[in-house]
């Protein structure tokens, strides 16, 4: 079984190869705060796209869609984080990557944002994978 890290950087890889820009973030909610149902309703929404891989990695529903050039992490009930929901994508511009990230969180802020924060390595690393 891959980790989280390899399968996020083989699917940027992939988008990055077979596009010259990925689309930019479009945030789903008006605030990173947002209610139990709100998550519920994304979560929903996300695995009802068409040819959306699922898998899951430590307490997290890792939601690959190679159509949107995205990758959506959900926090599964045993995550300290629960519910929240980190939203990533390769965006080329100028010739250059980088990462974008976005997230809604319904529960503990600060849980929140240690668990972003455990995505700031990955997101640095990933444009030097994929140039």
Known sequence: MRSLSQSVAVLFALVFIGTSS???LQWR???DVITPQQWEEFR???LAKPGVERQEFADQLVLTSAEELKVYVFTL???PAHPAVVIRAVVASGGSTSVRRMGHYAGNQEA???W???FDALDERIPGQVR
Request: proline share 11%.
């Open 22 to 24: 990925a689309q930019e």
């Open 29 to 31: 909610f008006p605030s």
């Open 44 to 46: 929903a929404e996300v």
């Open 77 to 79: 009930p045993a995550h």
């Open 112 to 114: 929140f944002d240690k």
């Open 116 to 118: 972003w924060h455990e």
